[in-house]
């Protein structure tokens, strides 16, 4: 037996069987992609929505030791300038370098709310 017997060729599809057969076959061939298709974006959205939990949890971690961080750090700033000049005036000076920061925070926040607005409305931005 030589290699070539082994080979399994499909028979032509004869001309009785006009396109009907074909245009099934299509079909089917569509439908299959079609479910393969939303079988792999519901795939992709599971994976998505795993990993943004994940996201979420990480970034609140984050937020959370970075405020610990911050609280450490001016509660340092009182208790170091209290020996310089006195628990009222570290309270002042570390208040105020504190209160200009939101004030700057805040209007930077007021004027790219300002700018978005304007542009989203269509408008020029100021």
Not at 13 to 23: K, T
Not at 68 to 94: K, M, N
Request: aromatic share 8%.
């Amino acid at each position: 037996m030589s290699e070539q017997d082994n080979i399994w060729t499909p028979d032509p599809p004869s001309a009785e069987e006009g396109i009907g057969p074909a245009i099934r076959a299509l079909i089917e061939d569509g439908q299959t992609l079609v479910e393969a298709e939303i079988a792999y974006r519901k795939a992709q959205a599971a994976y998505g929505l795993g990993e943004a939990k994940t996201i979420v949890v990480l970034l609140l971690f984050g937020l959370a030791f970075g405020f610990f961080t911050l609280l450490a750090i001016v509660v340092g700033l009182l208790l170091a300038l209290a020996h310089y000049v006195g628990v009222w005036g570290s309270l002042a000076i570390v208040g105020g370098g504190l209160a200009i920061l939101a004030a700057l925070c805040l209007a930077r926040a007021l004027k790219r709310i300002k700018t978005a607005k304007a542009a989203l409305s269509g408008g020029s931005a100021a």
